[in-house]
């Protein structure tokens, strides 16, 4: 198994671009989550899903939008991008909601 | 605002020591688990503890809950270089986890 994994591993962005940072597990987890983390920082969420077609906020879901139409990729897109979006971001499944969560090895955005 | 809070921020401890961190959480809680941050790297998982569960081993790690004090204590006996590292704790709350800011350890060979 791959595990959780996350494309790309590095990206540059200017200001108002969009993007999609990927997200796939093989584990046939339902449970996928998106975190960010920013220097000397812990993780905050910014969405999760609990399942193919449904997804939910996070505490900090602004400027980010995520869909889940299958249970193994969960992507999650920068409408229009700030420099406060830089940060490194993780992506993360779980077989449910109290199980251990399996971490991606992260997506670094830098955003000019 | 984080839910979690790791104390000490920073530890710095001799190889071969115990090194101690705590977690004190707000909120009730479904369960707690703790993570390991290598610099620039992803987070593995160390030990997931459930709020009805008191006290887990895992190796050289001992985890204890206290939900009466919303606190949680990770030890790592025997420290060794390569344990240096961030440690994070994250609690489960219905469908979300939230992480604390964690704590730097660094083990001096």
């Known amino acids: 198994n791959a595990g959780v994994t996350q494309t790309p591993k590095f990206q540059v962005l200017k200001t108002g671009q969009s993007m999609t940072l990927q997200c796939a597990q093989d584990?046939?987890?339902?449970?996928m989550s998106w975190y960010r983390q920013d220097p000397g920082m812990g993780l905050r969420l910014i969405h999760y899903?609990?399942?193919?077609?449904?997804?939910d906020q996070g505490e900090v879901p602004n400027g980010y939008n995520v869909s889940r139409s299958t249970t193994e990729d969960f992507p999650l897109r920068l409408l229009s991008a700030a420099p406060s979006q830089t940060s490194v971001y993780f992506c993360?499944?779980?077989?449910?909601?109290?199980?251990?969560?399996?971490f991606g090895p992260g997506t670094r955005l830098l955003v000019l | 605002s984080q839910q979690g809070e790791e104390d000490p921020q920073a530890l710095s401890i001799q190889e071969g020591e115990n090194a101690t961190m705590n977690c004190s959480y707000k909120t009730s809680i479904n369960n707690l688990q703790w993570y390991r941050q290598n610099s620039g790297r992803g987070l593995v998982h160390l030990i997931l503890?459930?709020?009805?569960?008191r006290e887990k081993h895992s190796g050289r790690l001992r985890v204890t809950l206290d939900t009466s004090k919303k606190s949680s204590s990770l030890l790592i006996t025997a420290s060794r270089a390569a344990d240096t590292a961030s440690y994070f704790c994250a609690t489960g709350q219905t469908y979300k986890y939230i992480f604390g800011t964690g704590t730097r350890l660094k083990v001096l060979a």
């Open positions: 899903s609990v399942g193919a077609g449904i997804t």
């Open positions: 993360a499944s779980s077989y449910d909601r109290e199980e251990t969560q399996y």
């Open positions: 503890i459930r709020s009805n569960e």
């Open positions: 584990m046939n987890h339902e449970y």
